[in-house]
């Protein structure tokens, strides 16, 4: 999805919805998501990402891993 402003919208909501992270273009196109905060906010990210139907270009799937929070981010940045 590089280039339609995918990482763009995404930070946008992310910061609506208070979570911090990154979004950043992986070599083969694809785009990833780190994002951080409380379990509630991170799965209406998750949600937005899989079902809103405004996103730029096209979302062909959303593949979730959880962890354990590891902290160091300041916002949410475009990588």
């Known amino acids: 999805m590089q280039g339609v402003g995918f990482r763009w919208w995404t930070r946008a909501r992310a910061l609506e919805i208070g979570v911090l992270g990154y979004?950043?273009?992986?070599?083969?196109?694809?785009?990833?998501?780190?994002?951080?905060?409380p379990r509630e906010y991170c799965?209406?990210?998750?949600?937005?990402?899989r079902t809103a139907p405004d996103t730029p270009g096209q979302v062909v799937g959303?593949?979730?891993?959880?962890?354990?929070?590891r902290g160091g981010y300041d916002g949410f940045a475009i990588r």
């Open 43 to 49: 799965e209406r990210l998750l949600e937005l990402l």
């Open 62 to 69: 959303v593949a979730d891993l959880w962890g354990e929070p």
């Open 23 to 37: 979004a950043s273009n992986l070599d083969d196109g694809r785009v990833q998501v780190v994002a951080e905060g």
